[in-house]
């Protein structure tokens, strides 16, 4: 255990356990995410498709919650990222910073997108799922949120990549 962080994440740097969880789970959903379009566009798997995004919604809505109490409440990432030669923790200033406020801002848009498409799909398919009116909109704006998702990722990579591997 580094003496300097008490409380250390289990990859191989100094990311806080919550990010490192974070950094792990985006790669599973976005291999979730893959899966659940690949079944519903080329098997017609409606309804399979419907439980995944619901659990995939579910799972990163809870995930989240505990990542921000973690952020806001219990880990200085700002004191591990010092380490970085992209981040002054004395100014808050950096390609870190920057890297954080891009990634906010694709996390922000893809929660936004996320509910807009998956609250319209739930009011406006039947159950069990199966296309009908709605469907060329739901495909238009999920495929948004899917690209939005894949930015999510990459951008909180990056994030991570300077913040507490460089």
Same mark, same amino acid.
């Given at each position: *255990? @580094? ?5 250390? /994440? ?6 806080? =356990? *919550? ?12 291999? +979730? ?7 519903? !566009?080329?098997? !017609?798997?409606?309804?399979? &498709? !419907?439980?995944?995004?619901? $659990?995939? +919604? $579910? /799972? ?12 806001? =409440?219990?880990? @200085?990432? !700002?004191?591990? +990222?010092?380490?970085?030669?992209? %981040?002054?923790? #004395?100014? $808050? ?18 929660? #936004? ?7 319209? +799909?739930?009011?406006?398919?039947? @159950?069990?799922?199966?296309? @009908? &009116? &709605?469907?060329?909109? &739901?495909?238009?704006? /999920? *495929?948004?949120?899917?690209?939005? *998702? ?9 994030? %991570?990549?300077? #913040?507490?591997?460089?």
């Amino acid at each position: *255990m @580094n003496p300097r962080y008490p409380i250390t /994440g289990f990859l191989p740097w100094r990311g806080p =356990f *919550m990010i490192d969880v974070i950094v792990v789970a985006m790669v599973l959903v976005l291999i +979730a995410l893959a899966w659940s379009l690949f079944l519903v !566009k080329y098997r !017609k798997r409606y309804q399979r &498709h !419907k439980v995944i995004q619901l $659990g995939l +919604a $579910g /799972g990163l809505l809870i995930l989240l919650v505990f990542f921000e109490i973690d952020i806001q =409440f219990v880990e @200085n990432w !700002k004191e591990r +990222a010092d380490a970085s030669p992209y %981040y002054d923790a #004395a100014t $808050g200033s950096g390609l870190v910073t920057f890297a954080l406020w891009i990634h906010l801002i694709c996390a922000t848009t893809t929660l #936004a997108l996320w509910l807009l498409v998956i609250l319209r +799909a739930l009011s406006q398919f039947p @159950n069990p799922a199966r296309p @009908n &009116h &709605h469907s060329s909109y &739901h495909s238009r704006w /999920g *495929m948004v949120a899917v690209i939005d *998702m894949l930015l999510t990722a990459v951008t909180g990579w990056a994030f %991570y990549f300077l #913040a507490f591997v460089a």
